[in-house]
């Protein structure tokens, strides 16, 4: 089980970044000892700067609560949480480690609650279980990638499948 890491610095700020790197590699690490140093160094590296880069492409503020009514004012055009996991999943999936498996996953989906229906990746490697993985959440801290092991996040996390994970699941075969 990932060791509980929660991605609180501020990784905008280089040294920030290079933390958030690090941390996020070694929980990676710690799914299995299969998994290089080299393989989740790369992972690692793209998810917390291709999240960064998001939130510059989507100029989000910090309140990320705010920025879902923007664009679902039309003010914005993307930066809801289902923009983030479509555009980082794709991203990372473009990686081609084998050794790891990446999943869509969504938290508060029909379940009667008057929570917001919540979306995000979840990684683990090919022999464990979704429920085994890490949370990668670009959206939580607007453009920082926020990271945990799903069992110790706030969220309820489920496998989610839909059009997007469809077609990557086919181009992988």
């Not at 429920?131 to 959206?139: H, K, P, S, T, Y």
Request: with cysteine; glycine share 4%; aromatic share 8%.
């Amino acid at each position: 089980m990932p060791p509980t890491i929660h991605h609180s610095l501020d990784a905008r700020n280089s040294q920030g970044a290079q933390h958030s790197i690090k941390q996020l590699t070694l929980s990676i690490q710690t799914l299995s000892p299969q998994i290089s140093n080299q393989e989740a160094n790369l992972f690692a590296k793209t998810a917390i700067n291709y999240s960064l880069e998001l939130g510059k492409q989507y100029q989000v503020g910090k309140n990320p609560l705010w920025h879902n009514i923007l664009v679902n004012l039309g003010i914005k055009e993307r930066g809801l949480c289902v923009h983030w996991t479509e555009d980082l999943l794709r991203k990372l999936s473009k990686l081609n480690i084998p050794s790891l498996k990446l999943y869509w996953a969504v938290a508060n989906r029909n379940d009667g609650s008057f929570n917001l229906e919540h979306s995000a990746i979840v990684v683990t490697v090919t022999d464990k279980e979704f429920e085994q993985g890490i949370v990668l959440d670009a959206w939580r801290d607007s453009g920082k990638l926020y990271f945990s092991s799903i069992q110790d996040d706030s969220y309820q996390w489920q496998k989610h499948f839909n059009d997007i994970t469809e077609q990557l699941l086919l181009n992988s075969l």
